[in-house]
């Protein structure tokens, strides 16, 4: 039986294409094993900084050191940002594109299927595509190094499966995962001078209302007692598609309804807080998480959302970037350091005791030191609970990649490890806040041992990690009493 391994690199979304691309394979008839193993090793890739391209190049290296007879795919963002620079690289027998990704089984397959009678053949026998460009001329067709990329933003549609955190083949039994991620959103309509992404992703699109709310009731069904949402702009979602339900205030809906009035039908597109209320009223899903969403899209009304219902995790993650307005504008950023402010302090005034992170970067060009320390002090005073801080990355055809004074390397990374430093210190007080408390935490599929016997790796609903003694099954709600902290994670002994 013809054998392949899929490795994911960078964000959420890129690990819920993964998921997509095994679903694929599984359903031709293949068998998921290791790279070092595998007939087909499928490199799905970030770009979304320098870093990220050297990791791909990184596996590659290692896939043709360990897996010599292995054919080498790389798809993803990198694979659609710079695809001629990719299968120029020794070992890679094909480039696809994010534009492709959706057909990659059928176009990496079908050269396979002559041979392999234990592959599905597609309905439409075999992948219609012919190669856009190819790197050589006059090669035999199985060695030829074919590249699939094309405009990315001729893409109008989302196709999207969950991911788990525990991946394996589809077979494998449900319960021994926990917490599937689902995207419901990718692109991006935004334009940040330092991000690659749109031009990598395309142009903002969203799973139908109808198709996530089947996708969640599947996974209830399954057996999942909490569900992650997720997408590249997330707050964004629905705005490409048509009309729907408006998305008026709650408040203001639930007088309408009290006074015997409905809203009228197909009034205003849908939006992401319709998307979160239709969850919970039509879904029996017990915790909802939702994943990154942006400054602006954190609405009152998504604020209530989540302080009001038990079934959404207590979680919010908003992006900073910068708490300088200087450099918010040239990172053309949508929102003012005092906007964000405003966001951060509603949230924890409603939601005492819910995490809230954020995304910052160091070094971006031009930061002086004063603009530096303002991002300093903004951390300092909002109680953000943890920190994502990232050196900043010039990409290729950004505008930020032409502005002036770039900043000396040397001096992004102390600024890297000074707020990384303030995020450990934010983070550690907000867990001891919680010693001596109960909290809901869900069960993952890890254990570990220490001198005092068997502990079970769990979550709690306000993102923290929790270890608790004894043997617990995988993906049970149990709240337990906090006795103390332990190598970055809350202990529950009792």
């Known amino acids: 039986m013809p054998t392949y391994h899929v490795q994911n690199f960078g964000c959420r979304a890129t690990q819920a294409d ?22 087909l090793v499928i490199l799905n890739s970030c770009t979304v900084t320098n870093a990220a391209d050297q990791d791909a190049r990184a596996a590659i290296r290692r896939v043709q050191r360990q897996n010599p007879l292995a054919k080498i795919v790389v798809t993803g963002c990198y694979a659609q940002r710079a695809p001629e620079e990719v299968a120029a690289l020794p070992g890679v027998a094909c480039v696809i594109g994010n534009s492709h990704k959706h057909q990659l089984a059928e176009i990496v397959l079908s050269d396979l299927l002559a041979t392999s009678p234990n592959l599905t053949k597609p309905a439409s026998g075999g992948h219609p595509f012919v190669p856009l460009r190819a790197l050589t001329e006059n090669r035999e067709p199985r060695t ?5 990329v094309s405009d990315i933003f001729a893409h109008t549609e989302l196709l999207a499966a969950p991911v788990f955190e525990a991946a394996g083949a589809a077979a494998q039994h449900q319960t021994d995962r926990t917490r599937p991620t689902l995207k419901i959103q990718d692109g991006c309509d935004n334009r940040c001078s330092f991000c690659v992404i749109p031009s990598v992703r395309g142009q903002s699109r969203s799973l139908a209302l109808a198709e996530v709310i089947r996708e969640v009731n599947a996974l209830v069904e399954s057996g999942y007692r909490e569900v992650v949402i997720s997408g590249i702009n997330l707050g964004r979602w629905g705005r490409d598609l048509g009309a729907g339900p408006p998305t008026l205030a709650l408040s203001q809906r639930r007088a309408e309804e009290a006074e015997g009035r409905k ?11 319709h998307l979160v209320q239709t969850i919970l009223s039509e879904t029996k899903l ?11 899209d954190w609405s009152d009304e998504l604020v209530h959302l989540m302080a009001s219902s038990p079934r959404i995790a207590k979680h919010a993650h908003v992006p900073l970037q910068s708490g300088s307005d200087a450099v918010l504008r040239r990172m053309h950023r949508k929102y003012r350091p005092w906007h964000y402010r405003e966001k951060i302090e509603n949230i924890r005034k409603a939601i005492p005791t819910a995490a809230i992170g954020a995304d910052v ?11 530096f320390d303002a991002t300093r002090r903004l951390i300092e005073e909002l109680p953000l609970t943890y920190l994502h801080v990232f050196t900043y990355s010039a990409r290729p055809g950004t505008p930020a990649e032409a502005l002036p004074n770039q900043v000396p390397v040397h001096i992004a990374r102390e600024r890297t490890r000074i707020l990384r430093d303030l995020g450990a210190r934010k983070k550690n007080a907000f867990m001891q806040s919680f010693i001596g408390e109960p909290l809901q935490a869900i069960t993952l599929n890890e254990m570990h041992t220490a001198p005092e016997g068997e502990f079970t790796e769990a979550l709690t609903d306000n993102y923290l990690k929790l270890s608790m003694r004894g043997r617990h099954r995988p993906n049970r709600w149990i709240t337990a009493d906090i006795d103390g902290m332990e190598n970055g994670a809350l202990i529950s002994r009792s």
Do not use: C, H
């Not at 030829?144 to 699939?148: H, K, P, T, V």
């Open 144 to 148: 030829e190094n074919w590249i699939y």
């Open 361 to 371: 970067m160091a070094g971006f060009p031009g930061e002086t030191d004063a603009e």
């Open 286 to 296: 017990e915790k909802l998480r939702i994943s990154s969403v942006e400054p602006m």
């Open 18 to 39: 993964g998921a997509v691309l095994e679903r694929q394979f599984e359903a031709r008839g293949l068998a998921r094993t290791t790279a070092s193993q595998a007939d």
């Open 263 to 273: 809203p009228e039908a197909g009034s205003r597109k849908p939006g992401f807080e």
